[in-house]
Structure formats: structure tokens, C-alpha cells
């Protein structure tokens, strides 16, 4: 057997503890299927004396992350310490600047940095790495980039935010409030403290950008993603959902159309039957649309030690088998800088919540913002709330223009009779 | 970008015909996803003269497909004519023994030589793919090969043939026979004139085979794979088991436990919430279990030009980046030749159905069998017949040692009360 491929390691949470534990337990395994042994030689964390229930014994202790890329005895680092700047992004630029591989679970510094450090390890031929960053333990990116290459990718869909997922289950089981349920959560450990990255969609979005890049050809827009979180969902909306055969889902959309790129991460309606729908508590899921293939559906746990631990090493046995590709399938170079799609012009069915004052001739003020607007309406639902006066009216659209959904939603919501702010979902017809 | 990579197909059917056409279509996406043009030179088929919707021009036709392997022209052989032996297997060893590397979606030769030809490509260093073999276009070999790679693997399992899951589909939806869906599927061209490979399992078994060698490390062992196919499910059967929350699939089921391998082919009930009962009309579905992933679950279209050109194109686009591995991860000398393990140990639930003479005596003759050999009932169901003056029963077992459930139905079809074969199928409680 070939000699040993010696990791470096920065970051010793979950995942990084993941990854240690994995080339314990499974050296031998991982060194059959990988041609050599791969070994861990060197980490670095900012608290030496947690305990991680892993030994490191052996293992070479480093303070600053940052040496990790010159060190004789390191030949991969991988890159745990998550954020999309600081001491991250300086490990990995010294780390192709030291003509060395690097696997990194980092989706945030991906959608920000993900084509300059995608150059430096091109240019140096070097493996650039990152199963870990999306979906966790589910083989995605190398389902998409290589399972997939013979496609003309259309569509790239699905759940990639455990947290989300996860409130919208307990939100549903549960019938409780969305507040109340992502308190529990935090306590739970199931959403961070900040929550804000995964209730407000960024996560799924930085996520998403790497999925498009990679699916499309197109050079990576971060910033092109639109994102809707699941902070308004009431889980009346989870109830009226239901009661139309939906499940509500944050979902990731990145669509090629006419050389233009949409992305948007929102929360969707989703038909009862559909397998994104029945992905339920904290299970990712993707849905990758090509010409040939027709609809791929990957499903596992996106998130945790095991899984995404699961999946950097999975890339240091590409490393070890010399497996070497550009990071987003084709040269930086060849990929297409494409200009956004313009939502407006999308056409579907809608969604539509409002808080409406319970007096005569609300609906139909409602009603007739629609119709001015050129919207026909499919199922119309008004109920009495028993909390206030207020009632609550749920609509779901014929297939429509989305800007003129939009815009009967503003005339509908400058109505003195609407209370609070409308909401408007997508419900997902593919 | 570099010089194009020259292949060679023999076998024109829809598949063949799907690469030629996925290499025409999207040659472009698929020279920039390889890295250098992937261009058809030569192909070899029965017919030179069928319509197949393809041009052909600027492409040598080779009479005898084993030619391929030593023609100048051709660098990749592409090997799609099928059947475990004759010109297939022929056209493999040529192939092999001329340094060439080999695609294949051919599952029969797989399973019977698979470990010979493996053998010849690992003492050339050639790659040997064959993505297209199981599942048709969903990436499941690299979704356990090199997506699971850190993962010691418990069990693989799911829906690997489209003809079966299509039938048991349309006797559900329908209410119809066996014999009257499977007559109609053949009319359709959904079903072979001879249907045996597929409705008895062997197919599945093939793929089943196939992918458990991947999975545990283990000599490929197809002779050991116990396979029982789906012509004794009756429509009774799919309403008593949807009347108990379950959905009949037919299901290659692998594991691999201290140090033993089990591998069977069977109709099973699936509990209607697992995405496995979720997975309808001719659409596969594979899950994976690893001790750090936890489950992984697939699913796509197995069969049909598109998708399985798709997974043969997705071999080339590998080969054509220089992907090199042993074609079952690991050297075949150090693949684990286990002993199969013994279905009688095995513990579960089962679904118990026969048809009986209804007459007085009979329920407590069945129940004394089930006493006797240690099996306690669950739930029991008697239902008389409008067809005849038989009554049919159907039963579940608590959970129960395999070989008591099979030598209690063996004592009940001895009985004289009991017309025709009982039926016995496992419930999936994983």
C-alpha cells in the first residue's frame, strides 16, 4: 500500500471531532478503499483542554490554524472553522498558496470566496474540495458535478437547512407557534443562538449559489440569491397548507432559463406527495432536474458530526486516489457570468395569507384587488379566529404572473381592513 | 483543452443510441465538464439499417463488435449489448486484454464475472465503470463507492427494477391481477416478451450482488442471493397490506453482519411512510445505511434510454478526468469472500396469507400451527370470497424468528383446509 496521506486539521467541533473519529474507527476500511492510509498529524482549535471524546494522542497541537498549510507533516488541511472571512479564509488561501489540497465544510466562505480560491487551486492543479458544505452527509455535490455530467442541468431544488426543516415539523406536529418552537429548539441545541443565518435563509442560500455554480456552468452569484425566511409562517399556515394537501418547506431554487439564473431561497408550498414534502425534522433533501436523466432525489441527514464528517472524508479518499478536478466542474475561466433572471415574469400559484378585520365587504375589497390585477383565484378559505375579532383569509391563485401577484398583495395590504402583513408563498408545481 | 477521447459502442438499443445521442446534444457541456471532447468513432450493432433517430455519419460501423478493442480509432469501449456471457463477455476481455478501459451497463456479466474482469482491469490500471448497471441514472455506485467511502456500511436496500415496481404500482392503483398488468405492461413494451429476469428477481438480484461487493468489501456472490420474484402477490394481497399501513415492493436487501453476508430478493411491505413505499410506477429507489452517514436515500428513473445513457456518459466524463480506482473500491485480493448468513436467525415481522376452505375449524388449526412453533399473531384478518367458497386470511406475526414462521406455515399448508401456496412476505421495520 502506498504511503500514508497525512491531514491536517483546523476547527475541532463537531465536525471536526467527526473526522478524527472516523480515521480511528475506520482506519482500516478508509485506507482499503482510499489505496493508503490516511492519517490526522496535526490540529488546530482555539480551546486545547475540551473534552471532544476523541484521543489525540500522536497528534500534533497547533495554535495558530494558519501554520497548518506549511507544516512538512500536513499534505490536506481541512478547513472546519466556519465563517466566510477571517482566520478561515487566511487557512485557505496559505493552503493552496502552499500548493497543498484543501476540504473545507465552509459554505459560507464558498459563496463568498469560492471563485478565487477555485482559481488558486486550478492554476496550481490542486483538489479544492467540499462535499461537507451542502447537504452535509448526502453525496450532492459529486452527484450533481459528477453523477450528473452528462446533463443540461435545469433545475436544482430542495431542503438544505436542517433548523428550518426542523421547526416547520415540530411546527406541524406540534401545532405550536414558530416562536415558541425555535425557543425549544435553541434550548434543544437544534438552532444556534444567533438563528438568524438559518431562519432567515442565508445558510440555504450560500448553500444554493454553490449548487447553481456547479449545476449551470455559472459563475457563482452569492449575491443573486433572493431570500425569503420562515420567520411570518403562523402555524395557521402550516394548517391551511395541510387542509389544501400542502407541506410548507424552505426551499432552495436555482433554475437556468434562456441564459439567465434565478435563485431563491423561500418558503414553498409543497404537494403532500411530492418526496421533498415528506422529508421531515431535521433530513435534508435535493432534487437535481436534467435532460437526460430526468428528476434525481438525494435524501439523508444534512448536518451533524457522523454525517458531514462523513462526507469530508469522503473527499480526502478522492485526494488519496489522486482524484484532481476543477472545484466547479470547469475552469473559473468557462464559467458563464449570467445576468438574473427577472421574477417578475415567473408564472405560478400562490399562496396568499391575510389578517383581515371580520366586517362586511372585506372580500370583496379583497377579490377586487385581485381581479384589477388580473389574478383568478382557485380556493378561497375565510375563517373566524377565536384570539381577536380578526379574521383570516387564505387564498391559493390559478396559475399567475408573479408580478401581478405581488402587486394585488400591495393594494390588498394598503387596505385599512387588513391587519398585519400579508403573506405570499409559492406552492412548488414540479 | 485536450485531445478528444475516442469511443467505441457496441450495441445500438435505446441505450446505446442515448449515448450517441447525450455525446451529440451536449457535447459542448460535456467536453467542458470532462475536460477534452468525448466523440463516438466507431460502433458495432445487429442492424446497420434500423431507424434509430440517431445520425451516424462520420461514425466507422464495425460488423464484429469484438474489433472495437483493438481498432486504432477507439480509446474507451463502450459495451452495452448485454447478456452474461457470448459477445459481451467476448467484447470485456478483448477490451481489457488490449489496455483499454471498459464502460458497461451490463449487469449479468457483472454479477457472474465481474471479479475476473475487475481482476484484468486493477493488473492493467484501467478503469472498468459501470455506472449505468444498477439503477439506470441514479449515481449509486458512486453514491456508495466514493460517497460513502468513510462509512462502514450495515445494509443496502431498495426498488432496483422498474418492470416489477411498475406492475405492483399499476395492480394498486387499478385493483388489477398480476397476470392482466403484466400482459398490458408487455403490450406497452413496459415488460420483456419473456419477463422472467425481471418479475422473478433475478435482475434485482444481479444489481443486488453488485452493489453489496461495493458495499462490504466482499467477493461478488450472486449464487448466494435467495430470490423470490412477485408472481404470487394477488391484488388481495396490496389491499391487506395497504388495510395495515404498508405498500408491497419487491426489494434487494444486503447486509453484512459479523462477518457474514446476507443478501435476498423478496416482495416485502414497506411501511407507507418510508420513502421507499413512496416510490412509485417504474422509478428506483436505493437506500444506503453507514455508521457515520446514517441513512442515505436515492431515487430516480433505473431504466429507459435517457437516464441509463446518462450514467454510461457519467462513466466516460470520469474516465476521460483520469479517474482511476479498482472497479469494486478495493483490490479483488482484498475483498472478504464471507460466508452467507443463515435466514433462519433472522427476527421480524411477516405477513402471513392463505386461502382457506371456509368451513368450522379452520382459523384454530391455523392458530395451533403458529402456537406450536413459538409464532404469536399481531392482527388477523378473515375474509370470505365472492369468487369461490373460499375465505382468505391473512396474518402479521409479532416479531419472530424466521425459521418458526416457515416451519409454521409449512404445517398450515399441509393442512387440507388450505387450497393453493400460502404467501409469506417480510415487513420492512428498518
Not at 461537507?132 to 437547512?161: D, F
Not at 406536529?173 to 437544534?190: K, P, S
Not at 372580500?363 to 380556493?379: H, K, N, Q
Request: charged share 20%.
Amino acid at each position: 500500500m502506498a504511503s500514508a496521506l497525512h491531514i491536517g486539521i483546523a476547527g475541532l467541533g463537531n465536525v471536526g471531532a467527526g473526522v478524527v473519529k472516523i480515521l480511528a474507527q475506520n482506519a482500516d476500511l478508509v485506507a482499503r478503499r482510499a489505496g493508503r492510509p490516511i492519517v490526522v498529524t496535526a490540529v488546530s482549535a482555539r480551546d486545547r483542554n475540551r473534552d471532544r471524546g476523541i484521543s489525540l494522542d500522536g497528534i500534533a497541537w497547533v495554535d495558530d490554524a494558519a501554520e497548518l498549510a506549511t507544516r512538512d507533516d500536513v499534505d490536506v488541511v481541512v478547513e472546519l472553522i466556519g465563517g466566510s472571512d477571517g482566520p478561515a479564509l487566511t487557512l485557505a488561501r496559505r493552503t493552496l498558496g502552499a500548493a497543498k489540497p484543501l476540504v473545507t465544510a465552509n459554505k459560507a466562505m464558498l459563496a463568498h470566496h469560492g471563485l478565487e480560491l477555485a482559481q488558486m487551486a486550478e492554476a496550481a492543479d490542486l483538489p479544492l474540495k467540499y462535499e461537507a458544505a451542502v447537504a452535509g452527509g448526502i453525496p450532492v455535490i459529486k452527484g450533481i458535478s459528477e453523477g450528473s455530467a452528462a446533463n443540461r442541468i435545469t433545475r436544482v431544488y430542495g431542503l438544505m437547512n436542517g433548523t428550518c426543516n426542523y421547526i416547520l415539523s415540530r411546527m406541524e406536529a406540534e401545532g405550536l407557534g414558530f416562536a415558541e418552537v425555535l425557543a425549544d429548539a435553541q434550548a434543544l441545541g437544534f438552532a444556534e443562538a444567533d438563528p438568524s443565518f438559518d431562519i432567515d435563509g442565508i445558510d440555504t442560500a450560500h448553500k444554493l449559489s454553490i449548487l447553481a455554480a456547479l449545476a449551470f456552468g455559472a459563475a457563482l452569484d452569492f449575491a443573486g440569491v433572493a431570500c425569503t425566511g420562515i420567520r411570518a409562517i403562523e402555524s395557521a399556515d402550516i394548517a391551511q397548507a395541510a387542509a389544501l394537501g400542502f407541506r410548507i418547506k424552505l426551499v432552495g431554487l436555482a433554475e437556468a432559463e434562456d441564459g439567465r439564473l434565478f435563485q431563491r431561497v423561500h418558503p414553498a408550498l409543497v404537494p403532500m406527495a411530492h418526496p421533498v414534502a415528506t422529508t421531515m425534522g431535521s433530513l435534508n433533501a435535493l432534487v437535481v432536474e436534467g435532460d437526460f436523466v430526468g428528476r434525481l432525489f438525494f435524501q439523508g441527514r444534512g448536518a451533524g458530526e457522523g454525517p458531514t464528517a462523513s462526507a469530508v472524508v469522503a473527499d480526502l479518499v478522492d485526494i488519496a486516489r489522486g482524484d484532481v478536478r476543477p472545484p466547479f466542474v470547469m475552469p473559473v475561466a468557462d464559467l458563464a457570468a449570467l445576468p438574473r433572471a427577472d421574477a417578475a415574469g415567473r408564472r405560478g400559484r400562490y399562496y396568499l395569507r391575510l389578517n383581515v378585520a371580520d366586517r362586511a365587504g372585506v372580500l370583496a375589497e379583497l377579490t377586487a384587488a385581485l381581479r384589477d390585477c388580473g389574478v383568478s383565484i382557485e380556493s378561497l378559505v375565510q375563517r373566524g379566529t377565536s384570539s381577536s375579532g380578526d379574521a383570516m383569509v387564505v387564498m391559493v391563485t390559478h396559475e399567475a404572473r408573479e408580478a401581478d401577484v405581488v402587486d394585488s398583495l400591495a393594494r390588498m395590504a394598503a387596505s385599512p381592513s387588513v391587519v398585519g402583513q400579508p403573506v405570499m408563498m409559492h406552492i412548488l408545481d414540479f
